[in-house]
């Protein structure tokens, strides 16, 4: 796997980080070092999708090179499906699904989640991903998004949200990001680089608190909503539409 080291001592990638050429050829390590217990939340995501998955298709969207949906289709027979706004990773994603041989099984589509919802089909899902995703998109655009999706899932359908958070007291943001930036050096980052990658992500990477997210969720539809997941500023959220269970109860 090539390293990360697109921020090693280069000022100029400190303009608005994008999901080029470049950042695929070492995304794999990138978000490895980059997100804490990376592994441990997809094994996470395979227990949650294996007990939501009911028939319907898998959506996950921002499926970088997919390794969620690579991961995903040892654990399930369902229909995937990968949405990117990157042509790179989307090329990317195809080559790694091939060397799997698993490219049969998963559809990689370009879309932009920031513009026409249209275009997305999320038509008969039973699980859609967010992971590592909203906080890219627009503020604006997140309810029309959480919203589309909501829709379109099955009942008793879940939607899986992994994110950057804020705190609730601004005061504790300083401690995480400190918590955060050690975990970046224990994984073989510098100051530096850290720094350049802070800055390249100022305007493009918008995380919002924990009860903004749920404010969210609920608000475009989601009747339950609960965290799975929390280390200091990454955060994992599980939401429900409709759940079967609570349906049957209700029914007696
Ligand atoms: C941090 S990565 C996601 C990681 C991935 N979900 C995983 O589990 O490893 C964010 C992804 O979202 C995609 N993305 C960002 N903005 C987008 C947009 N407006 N529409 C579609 N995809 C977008 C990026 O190209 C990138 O592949």
Same mark, same amino acid.
């Given at each position: 796997?090539?390293?990360?080291?697109?921020?090693?001592?280069?000022?100029?990638?400190?303009?608005?980080?994008?999901?080029?050429?470049?950042?695929?050829?070492?995304?794999?390590?990138?978000?490895?070092?980059?997100?804490?217990?990376?592994?441990?939340?997809?094994?996470?995501?395979?227990?949650?999708?294996?007990?939501?998955?009911?028939?319907?298709?898998?959506?996950?969207?921002?499926?970088?090179?997919?390794?969620?949906?690579?991961?995903?289709?040892?654990?399930?027979?369902?229909?995937?499906?990968?949405? $990117?706004?990157?042509?790179?990773?989307?090329?990317? +994603?195809?080559? @790694?699904?091939?060397?799997?041989? /698993?490219? *049969? =099984?998963?559809?990689?589509?370009?879309?932009?989640?920031?513009?026409?919802?249209?275009?997305?089909?999320?038509?008969?899902?039973?699980?859609?991903?967010?992971?590592?995703?909203?906080?890219?998109?627009?503020?604006?655009?997140? $309810?029309?998004?959480?919203?589309?999706?909501?829709? +379109?899932?099955? @009942?008793?359908?879940?939607?899986? /949200?992994? *994110? =950057?958070?804020?705190?609730?007291?601004?005061?504790?943001?300083?401690?995480?990001?400190?918590?955060?930036?050690?975990?970046?050096?224990?994984?073989?980052?510098?100051?530096?680089?850290?720094?350049?990658?802070?800055?390249?992500?100022?305007?493009?990477?918008?995380?919002?608190?924990?009860?903004?997210?749920?404010?969210?969720?609920?608000?475009?539809?989601?009747?339950?909503?609960?965290?799975?997941?929390?280390?200091?500023?990454?955060?994992?959220?599980?939401?429900?539409?409709?759940?079967?269970?609570?349906?049957?109860?209700?029914?007696?």
């Amino acid at each position: 796997m090539p390293t990360d080291d697109i921020f090693r001592g280069d000022r100029s990638r400190a303009s608005d980080f994008v999901f080029d050429q470049q950042v695929v050829n070492v995304f794999d390590d990138m978000v490895a070092r980059s997100v804490p217990f990376y592994a441990e939340q997809q094994k996470l995501i395979q227990t949650i999708v294996s007990r939501f998955s009911n028939q319907g298709r898998i959506v996950d969207l921002g499926c970088s090179t997919g390794t969620t949906l690579l991961n995903l289709s040892s654990v399930t027979d369902a229909s995937l499906c990968g949405y $990117d706004n990157s042509q790179a990773m989307l090329n990317q +994603a195809r080559l @790694n699904a091939t060397e799997h041989g /698993v490219i *049969d =099984r998963i559809d990689f589509r370009n879309a932009d989640l920031n513009g026409d919802l249209d275009d997305l089909d999320l038509n008969n899902t039973d699980v859609t991903l967010l992971c590592w995703t909203l906080q890219f998109i627009r503020p604006l655009r997140r $309810d029309a998004l959480v919203g589309q999706i909501y829709r +379109a899932l099955n @009942n008793g359908g879940a939607l899986i /949200v992994t *994110d =950057r958070v804020l705190t609730n007291d601004t005061s504790m943001n300083r401690y995480f990001l400190d918590f955060y930036y050690d975990h970046k050096r224990a994984n073989g980052y510098s100051n530096e680089e850290i720094i350049n990658k802070r800055e390249a992500l100022e305007n493009v990477l918008i995380p919002y608190r924990v009860d903004e997210n749920i404010e969210l969720f609920r608000r475009n539809g989601f009747q339950i909503v609960e965290t799975f997941f929390q280390w200091f500023n990454f955060a994992g959220f599980l939401c429900i539409k409709n759940n079967r269970a609570a349906i049957r109860d209700q029914r007696g």
